[in-house]
């Protein structure tokens, strides 16, 4: 199938279909006149790239899953690697959160200590 085609199947941009392609996650034939030939797979792959780009995955994340062949997040019922992925980057938005409570905090303080300071003038 056309990039066009798999963009508007996918509901993805034939930009952002490139990008993948680019990176390693998609993977197309070219026909004699250089278009892409995408497989009737590529859709679920392109979805699942989607799905885990918004969990928050890297590309290189995202290829090791691939390399794992669970392409499709739903289609499996028990993967290790998937769990220890999916683990490494919860572990990862924890910390974000905390680090950005202490941030928080800070910035509370700073902002009160510099009321105290403007009202004293």
Avoid: W
Wanted: hydrophobic share 35%; net charge negative.
């Amino acid at each position: 199938m056309k990039i066009s085609e798999l963009s508007q199947l996918s509901h993805v941009s034939a930009r952002s279909i490139r990008h993948y392609e680019n990176q390693g996650l998609l993977i197309a034939d070219r026909l004699d006149n250089d278009y892409r030939d995408f497989p009737e797979s590529a859709v679920g792959r392109v979805k699942a790239i989607q799905l885990y780009l918004k969990l928050g995955l890297t590309v290189e994340e995202i290829k090791a899953l691939f390399r794992t062949e669970v392409a499709d997040p739903d289609g499996y019922e028990y993967c290790e690697e998937m769990l220890a992925t999916y683990e490494g980057k919860l572990q990862q938005v924890n910390e974000q959160i905390e680090a950005l409570h202490g941030l928080k905090t800070l910035l509370e303080r700073q902002i009160a200590f510099t009321n105290g300071k403007k009202n004293i003038v």
